[in-house]
């Protein structure tokens, strides 16, 4: 079963995260099939002044497990990446699959969790947004179901609480569970913190890391921070600037916030930087 792992019950008991980490490398090394496979993208979105070509001919793989990192400066396309995975925009070059099914439309197995905090319904409570796409499982599970990812997420003494009672850290984690309640085999999150004070996004990526060392999901996850990237992912594609295509793929498994001050994690960063920012780099280089 390619789903998130039963929220019941931990994945993988006592490891650290740097202990479970399997890179996209790894896999392939192991001969693990990809779980989403990104191949020769192109996509286009109408604006009313012309035809925008957001991406152009990216390639790559996403692993069961992955905490995979879209990363590029505004406007390069990595929101529109997120949207053609999650099956509201369809590519005009390339294919997207996931599971060796094309995806062509928007489906359950794709959960996407954005940034703005009115992504929540204001007139029901945490438990009610959690339940309210729940359609699959009996009252009985879904209550059940919603309510275990609800303390997954800390917010049990919230559950009868409404969105405007809550802080914006609060609703990214019910947008979190809610998306989590369905079990979807890839979580799709649009800069879920860029809207969050300094401390509150620093908590929150250090929930997610938290849950997924409790539950091992998959998660394709956009932004245009640096330090963000490494922390909160295990694999980074750079993008670059509009419109995006694929500058390089590196692995970041082996950074997080405990050595965040290691000569190992600023280089890494350095070169991520001039990746992103140096005039003459090249489009396509690979990284480790």
Avoid at 105 to 110: E, I, K, Q, S
Wanted: charged share 25%.
């Amino acid at each position: 079963m390619g789903r998130v792992a039963n929220l019941y019950a931990s994945a993988v008991g006592g490891k650290s995260r740097a202990q479970a980490d399997t890179s996209g490398r790894e896999a392939v090394e192991r001969g693990t099939k990809p779980l989403l496979e990104v191949d020769g993208v192109t996509l286009q979105y109408k604006t009313k002044e012309s035809l925008v070509t957001a991406t152009y001919r990216v390639s790559f793989n996403v692993y069961q497990g992955d905490r995979y990192i879209l990363l590029g400066p505004s406007g390069c396309g990595k929101s529109t990446l997120l949207k053609g995975v999650a099956g509201f925009l369809k590519p005009v070059e390339g294919d997207i699959r996931l599971n060796d099914r094309h995806i062509d439309g928007p489906g359950p197995d794709r959960m996407m969790v954005f940034q703005e905090f009115d992504q929540l319904l204001p007139w029901k409570t945490v438990r009610q947004n959690v339940l309210f796409p729940m359609k699959t499982c009996g009252k009985r599970e879904c209550e059940d179901k919603a309510d275990a990812v609800i303390e997954k997420v800390g917010l049990s003494k919230f559950a009868n609480s409404y969105p405007h009672m809550l802080s914006g850290g609060m609703k990214q984690r019910v947008a979190i569970a809610r998306a989590m309640a369905m079990e979807p085999d890839i979580l799709l999150m649009d800069e879920p913190y860029a809207a969050l004070d300094a401390l509150t996004r620093r908590r929150m990526q250090d929930e997610l890391l938290m849950l997924w060392d409790d539950i091992r999901f998959t998660v394709m996850f956009v932004t245009h921070s640096i330090q963000e990237a490494i922390i909160v992912g295990n694999r980074i594609l750079v993008l670059s600037p509009h419109p995006g295509q694929v500058r390089a793929e590196l692995n970041s498994d082996a950074h997080n916030r405990e050595n965040v001050k290691d000569s190992s994690f600023a280089d890494l960063e350095a070169r991520i930087n001039d990746m992103l920012f140096a005039e003459h780099a090249v489009v396509g280089a690979q990284g480790e």
